[in-house]
């Protein structure tokens, strides 16, 4: 079965960190550009980091460029975003994505459920 399944959200406070993990199933999640979104409720689900492969290039959104890192563990299918430094303007529900090719959603093929991060001041 064709699917994306996020974990790792949570409550945290500002400043502080978390990571998020995206698991694949029914593809070789290497083959793929992935990336992160989020999307809070009232506005438009937007970018926060892709990468076009293992290999290739990878982009974040400004807002979180020098605080968040997206990263491959390929032996187990699973991609991550790592989140540090945190604000409460991160808070959202996060959506792993296969595809999104430079960060628009209009690429992307399949998306995950969501997990939800709420960050507190």
């Known amino acids: 079965q064709l699917q994306l399944v996020e974990s790792g959200g949570g409550l945290v406070q ?6 998020l993990s995206c698991a694949a199933s029914g593809f070789i999640l290497d083959y793929y550009p992935i990336g992160w979104f989020r999307q809070v409720p009232g506005k438009e689900r937007e970018g ?17 460029k020098g605080r968040f890192t ?5 032996a187990k299918n699973t991609v991550y975003l790592q ?22 959603k209009r690429f992307v093929e ?8 709420t960050v507190s001041s």
Not at 70 to 74: E, G, K, T, V
Not at 86 to 101: I, M, Q, W
């Open 14 to 19: 500002s400043g502080g960190s978390l990571r």
């Open 48 to 64: 926060v980091s892709c990468t076009s492969s293992s290999s290739g290039s990878t982009n974040y959104a400004d807002s979180v």
């Open 70 to 74: 997206i990263f491959r563990d390929n």
């Open 83 to 104: 989140m540090n430094n945190l604000k409460p303007e991160d808070t959202a529900v996060y959506y792993c994505a296969r595809g999104g090719k430079a960060c628009d």
């Open 110 to 117: 399949v998306w995950g459920q969501g997990t939800l991060v």
